[in-house]
C-alpha cells in the first residue's frame, strides 16, 4: 500500500524555488520602478475621483515616498508574500495600517497592474533600441557621403556583378534601417496604450478615471477596451517581430562585413581597438567583434521568435503563459539586440575601407558588360537581346580572364559591317566609372541620384530624432506631472 504524500503548505519548497523566487529575482529587476509608478498614480486617481479619502491617500503617499528602494532590491524570497505586488503591499500595511493600505487596491487588479507594468518597460526597451538605431543610421549616412563616389563591385549570387558605390551600398542598408525605426515607432504607439483600469478583465463599478492615470504614467491614448487589455498579446508580439525583422537584416550586413574583412577580399580593415590576436599564430588580426554582432542579432531574432511561439495557441484570456517567465525573454531579446547595434556602431565607426582595392574590382572581371550591351542598343538601335548575344560570346570567347582591350577588339569584330560604332564609344563602355555615372535614375548610383538620397537620409534622422526626444520629453512630463499631484495633495492634507 503506498504511503499518502503530506500535502504541502503554501507555497509548497518545490513551487517556491522554481516558480516563486525567479520571479519575484525578475520582479525586482524590470518591475520595481513601474509598479511604485502604478501605486502613486492609481492612488492619487482614487482620491481625485473620492473613492478614496484624501488625507488616507495622502497617508499612502507618504508611505510610498518612504519605502527604501535598495532594501526592497536586496530582499531575499522567504515565502511570506507571493509575490512583489504582496510584498509592497505588506510593507506599505506596516506604516499606513493595514486597513487604509488596502484601499489602494481599490478598482484595480494584479492582472491590469501586470499589464501596465509590461507596457512600461517594453516601450522603455522600444526607445532605446530606436535610439540606437539611430546612433547606427548617423554613422552609415556619414560613410555613404564620404564614400559617395567610391567604386565598388555590386555582388549577386555571391558573385561579383556590377559596379557600384560604397555609398550606394551603404544606403542600401540606411533604408533598410529606416524602416526599422518606422516599424519601432509604430510598435511604440501600440504598446504606449493604457490598460489600468481594466482590473481582472472587465473594469469595475467605481467611478475611476483612466485618463488621469493615462497621463500621469505616460501613455498615449487607453487601451480601450478592458478584456482585449488583459487578454491580448499582439502588443508584445508585433514589438517581438519588429525587433526579429531588424537582426535579420543586421545579421545578413553584418555577415558582408565578415566577408570583407577576409585576406581574400580586403575591403574592411577594423582598427586595433576592435581586433583580437591569437594565442599562437601571430600574424591573426581575427575580426571578432562583427562575429559578437552577428552572434547577438542572430540570439535576438530566436529570443524573439521564442515568445512568438511560447504565446501561440495559447486561451484568449488572463494567462500566465504571457506574463511572469515570458517577459523576462522580451527584455533579454531587447538587450542582446541593443548590443548588436552599439557594437556594430562602434567597429564600423573605426573601420577603415579599401576604397583602391574595391575600385579596382569593380573595374574587373567583366563587371561593366550589361552597360556595354546597353551602349550597343543606344549606339546602334539593335535590340538588347541581340546586344547581349554580341557581348556574351566575347565574354565566353575570354574564357574568364578578362582584359577591356581585348573585349573592345572581339565586340568590334562581332559587329561586323552591319552596325557603326566607335572603337572609343565600346571601350568607354567597359568603364566602372561610367557605369556608375550613367545610372541617374533614382535609386541609381549615380551621384545625381545618390547625393539627393543621403541628403533625404539626413533629413529622416532628424525628424526621427525630434520624434524621440518629444517621447522621452513626454515621459519625463508625465514623471514631473505625478510628483506634483502627489505633493499637492500632501501638502494640503498638511495644511499648506
Known sequence: MKTPVQA???PAPVYRDTVLAPVFADAKRYFLEPLLKIEYAHTLMLARQGI???EEAALCLRGLNGLDVAEIRATKYDGTFEDLFFYIEKKLAAVCGEEIAGKMHTARSRNDIDLTMYRMVLRGRLLRMLDGLLELRRLLVALAWEHRAALMPAYTHNQPAQPTTLGHYLMAYVEVVERDTERLREAYARVNRNPLGACAI????????????????GFEGLQVNSYGAIAAVDYVAESCSVLATAMLSMGRFTQDLLLWSTVEFGYVRLSDG????????????NPVPFEHVRVLASRALVEAQGVLGTLHNTPFADMNDAEDDLQPLVYTAFDDAERAVRLLTGALGEAEFD?????????????PV?????????ATGMSFHAAHAVVSRAVRELNGKYDADAMTAIVQRELGGGYRIARETIRGALSAENFVAVRRVPGGPAAEALEPEIERARERIAEDERWLKESEQRLDDARQAMRRECDSLIRGMDGR
Do not use: C, W
Not at 209 to 215: A, G, L
Open 274 to 285: 576592435y581586433v583580437q590576436i591569437s594565442s599562437i599564430m601571430p600574424q591573426k588580426r
Open 355 to 367: 576604397t583602391t582595392r574595391m575600385a579596382e574590382a569593380a573595374d574587373g572581371n567583366f563587371l
Open 52 to 54: 478614496m479619502p484624501r
Open 202 to 217: 472587465t473594469t469595475t463599478g467605481f467611478p475611476i478615471d483612466r485618463n488621469f492615470t493615462e497621463r500621469l504614467l
Open 8 to 10: 504541502s503548505e503554501f
Open 370 to 378: 550589361t552597360e556595354l550591351a546597353d551602349t550597343l542598343v543606344r
